[in-house]
């Protein structure tokens, strides 16, 4: 037991004198949670749109009204004609086109039907879309106004109500995703370069002949980290509860069980990772590569997976950000408890102590 | 300054804040000779080698090499000397013949002159059957007598050497000397700076630096008279403990 | 017996890394390990830390084989690996703290064993080991790797990029550990060292070339060798070289150490050869053959 206190005082040296990658450590979840929360974000503010009306009656007036006095749009210009629409486009300022057909507010009396033309440029498809739903919106609750008035009623109106994160915050659902991140990169990366540095220095030859047993080594390795990556994880729930002012609609503890949980799972991916790779180096690379990229792309965290292809949606099940991903959301916007998440939970254990398994199978005893 | 002396160097200092790492050492290397330049780690001898070599300024004094001076020829300088350290040499990625071709072409060598050259090179070395070999598949010997040759590609007016035979075997580093010597006798000037005194019996002089001073300057024959003992390990002990 | 090696040999892949090594290291030997870089004796260490297992032989340290009985091993050796691997961002005291804890062990218990070495360290134990000089670097590592009371040090070319002074203070300190009966198995590529062990392997390509007491290798030598000087050292080389009675010729400092093939050789015959190829001031003298003159005789 002194060794291994002993041991784990020795890797807090390390981790305290190394300024630049403790800056890192904690400068780095801040950064994204902040970039994450203030600078990408899928919410539209005053977004340029130019409307084309060939009919210029009452009723388009006050659509367009209602319309420029959302804050989610300004009407930028008027156009004349369809040609002008494409050459608007193209000079990057408008993002969508309000084309009301002729005669508008005579067909929506004869007809009860009248039509817009929503055009949006869609290089930005997601801009494109969110646009697009929004404009709806205002057209739906503009339409419902108008048959209280006339009192046709039979229309059924399709409305669409965001459950969970009613204001569409992309904040929100950033944050659980920025989280899984994070404790990968400290917990993996972290371990695998601390490891594969004394495999450089030569000090790891010394370690091996020493009475120190394997599995001190390891645990003593990973245990700074469990510590530090608590300290991150709590960090971004403070900042995302007082600066985002994000509700945390389940338990609390849940949450830090399942993030401890997550946190050794990746932890004993690093182990995994240094027991294949010799230089500092190469651990750096493939906690990148294998690690980084499959959390932020396959985890669900920016791309939805039910909108993958079938393979990416298949690989997306060993990748262990997709289950932390699910269950960290459930907790945080859902509230639920653990008889929603038990499977995932399985599952991340499940992983764990393969990892740790194989780990310590590879983890060698001599140098080859 | 007379054609013979390829090296002049008077009371050149080197200041790190307060801290004298050279202080104010004078000395003169003829062309054509074998100058061991030997000092305990530490001592001073990289950075007044990286002043005489033209990438450290030094702080005062006069240093003149291959005929230019250090404070405003830098640029010249490096265009008439030759380079080989232990610890890099040549890139051990590339095979025999890109290594010459790439120091070559640094140097501004022709393409013509290069091949020419590099052909030369590989007969002398006797390096025909591994000349599209990459370089660190060689045996260390064969590198080190390699980026000699290298070194001299551009038949440099004086060649500096960083520990140049460190942990060779003892064969390969007396063919090494071998070469050392020809070059010199074909009147290229061999700077050596080390800490192996076993490598400083085989120069024409050497100088001894204690904490940024040269202490003692001479042939290695002489120092051995002078400290009374048998060889240059011993004279470099009783300097070193004063 | 405290290391038995037998037939040992090592291959990596297609490159024979060692081939049939054999020797024995009595208790309390200071025993050498004499060769260039590459010439196997890392790999050697390494087999008898337990650190890598051989392709065919077997080796015994201070009794335990070292394939079946290595936790043994481990209890019981010091190692001190080529590059002094020490923690860069720990001082010299927490390095050494480190070390001994995880042996078990602590500074003051075996502070005795230590105390001649750690004292010229100890007023600078507040700094971190990444800012020390190599001597300096070179004797915590001897702390850190003597801290358990090995029964058997290994030392892997400890004096590689250390300056004279240090070398030597290094040598004295071995000496004093082998008095305190610790077995030591020192390597280097430095020839002149090897005068200054008990016993010595020559080693080069993988090979043992010889293996006996310093002062028995150079007796083995069977030519007399004669120191040549002349007034220019790359023309009398060339001359020698060209002389076709010679057995060998090589630049020894400010000497040629040249042997000759013939038993009845007059070396005032040479001086009028060496003459008759415009040579001046050429001293021709009888010396003793060195263990680097040995080395070379042995890998010719």
Not at chain 1, 80 to 100: P, R
Not at chain 2, 227 to 242: E, Q
Request: with cysteine; glycine share 6%.
């Amino acid at each position: 037991m002194k060794r291994f206190i002993g041991f784990i005082k020795k890797e807090f040296y390390h981790i305290f004198r190394d300024r630049r990658s403790l800056f890192i450590l904690f400068g780095m979840p801040i950064a994204q949670i902040m970039l994450f929360g203030f600078a990408i974000t899928n919410e539209i503010n005053n977004v340029d749109i130019a409307v084309l009306d060939h009919s210029k009656d009452a009723t388009t007036e006050e659509i367009i009204n209602k319309i420029s006095a959302s804050k989610y749009f300004s009407i930028n210009q008027f156009i004349e004609k369809e040609s002008d629409i494409d050459a608007i486009f193209k000079k990057g300022k408008v993002k969508a086109v309000l084309n009301f057909e002729k005669d508008f507010s005579k067909n929506l009396i004869k007809d009860h039907n009248a039509t817009i033309q929503i055009v949006t440029d869609a290089t930005d498809p997601n801009t494109a879309n969110t646009i697009s739903n929004y404009v709806n919106a205002i057209l739906i609750q503009y339409q419902s106004v108008l048959n209280k008035d006339i009192n046709i009623t039979y229309q059924v109106v399709p409305e669409t109500r965001m459950v969970y994160n009613p204001e569409l915050k992309s904040v929100y659902m950033f944050v659980p995703g920025v989280m899984t991140i994070i404790l990968m990169l400290v917990s993996a990366m972290m371990t695998s370069i601390s490891i594969t540095r004394e495999k450089e220095l030569g000090t790891m030859e010394i370690l091996l002949v020493s009475p120190i047993k394997p599995i001190q080594v390891i645990v003593g390795k990973v245990f700074p980290y469990i510590f530090l990556s608590i300290i991150n994880a709590i960090v971004i729930v403070i900042l995302s509860i007082y600066i985002f002012k994000m509700p945390i609609q389940g338990s609390l503890i849940l949450l830090a069980l399942e993030s401890v949980l997550f946190i050794i799972t990746a932890l004993a991916l690093g182990i995994l990772i240094s027991t294949i790779s010799e230089t500092q180096q190469t651990a750096m690379m493939i906690s990148l590569m294998g690690l980084m990229l499959p959390v932020i792309l396959l985890s669900g965290f920016i791309f939805p997976i039910s909108s993958m292809p079938l393979p990416l949606q298949l690989i997306s099940n060993i990748i262990p950000a997709k289950w932390f991903n699910i269950i960290i959301k459930g907790i945080m916007l859902k509230g639920v408890g653990i008889q929603f998440l038990w499977k995932e939970t399985l599952i991340l254990i499940g992983m764990s102590v393969f990892f740790i398994a194989l780990s310590v199978k590879k983890y060698k005893i001599r140098l080859e | 300054m007379s054609d013979n002396k390829v090296i002049q160097v008077e009371k050149l200092t080197k200041m790190f804040g307060n801290f004298t790492a050279v202080n104010a050492i004078s000395f003169e290397v003829e062309k054509g000779e074998i100058f061991g330049f030997l000092g305990a780690n530490g001592a001073g001898k990289t950075t007044a080698m990286k002043m005489l070599i033209g990438i450290s300024n030094p702080t005062s004094g006069k240093a003149n090499v291959a005929g230019f001076d250090v404070f405003t020829r830098a640029e010249d300088i490096k265009k008439n000397i030759g380079y080989m350290s232990q610890k890099f040499a040549l890139y051990d990625d590339l095979t025999v013949k890109e290594n010459i071709t790439f120091f070559g072409g640094i140097y501004g060598l022709s393409r013509t002159k290069i091949k020419e050259k590099s052909a030369v090179l590989v007969e002398e070395l006797g390096l025909e059957a591994v000349a599209n070999k990459l370089v660190g598949a060689l045996p260390l010997g064969w590198k080190q007598k390699l980026s000699f040759s290298v070194a001299l590609l551009h038949n440099p007016k004086i060649v500096f050497l960083d520990e140049p035979t460190g942990g060779v075997d003892p064969i390969t580093r007396r063919q090494f000397w071998e070469m050392i010597y020809k070059a010199a006798n074909h009147g290229t000037t061999v700077f050596v700076t080390t800490h192996y005194m076993d490598e400083a019996e085989y120069c024409d002089r050497v100088s001894i630096m204690v904490n940024g001073k040269i202490e003692a300057l001479g042939t290695p024959r002489k120092l051995k008279e002078q400290f009374k003992v048998d060889n240059m390990n011993d004279v470099f002990l009783k300097l070193a403990r004063g | 017996m405290s290391i038995t090696v037998s037939n040992i040999s090592k291959s990596y892949k297609s490159v024979k890394a060692l081939e049939n090594i054999y020797f024995n290291v009595k208790e309390g030997e200071l025993f050498g390990l004499i060769g260039p870089d590459g010439a196997g004796k890392t790999t050697l260490f390494r087999i008898l830390t337990t650190l890598l297992i051989a392709n065919e032989g077997s080796a015994t340290v201070a009794g335990f084989d070292v394939v079946s009985d290595y936790k043994k091993i481990r209890n019981n050796v010091g190692y001190m690996p080529g590059k002094f691997s020490l923690y860069q961002d720990l001082t010299i005291e927490e390095n050494l703290n480190f070390f001994a804890t995880i042996f078990g062990t602590t500074i003051k218990e075996n502070y005795e064993l230590i105390k001649d070495i750690y004292v010229q360290i100890e007023p600078f134990k507040d700094r971190r080991a990444g800012k020390l000089s190599g001597g300096m670097k070179q004797k915590l590592a001897l702390c850190c790797a003597l801290i358990h009371k090995p029964k058997v040090l290994f030392l892997d070319e400890p004096t590689t990029g250390v300056d004279p002074v240090s070398r030597k203070e290094f040598w004295d300190m071995l000496k004093r550990l082998q008095q305190k009966g610790i077995t030591i198995l020192v390597s280097t590529p430095y020839m002149d060292e090897a005068a200054l062990c008990d016993r010595v392997a020559l080693i080069q390509d993988g090979k043992i070339l010889q293996v006996d007491a310093p002062n028995a290798i150079v007796k083995h030598y069977s030519k007399q060798i004669y120191n040549i000087s002349a007034h220019n050292m790359y023309l009398l080389i060339n001359a020698l070289k060209s002389y076709k009675y010679n057995h060998s010729v090589y630049p020894f400092g400010e000497f040629v150490h040249y042997t000759d093939q013939r038993a009845d050789f007059n070396p005032e015959n040479l001086k009028v050869y060496l003459e008759s190829k415009k040579l001046s001031q050429i001293v021709i003298k009888n010396t003793e053959p060195t263990i680097e003159d040995t080395f070379m005789e042995l890998a010719k």
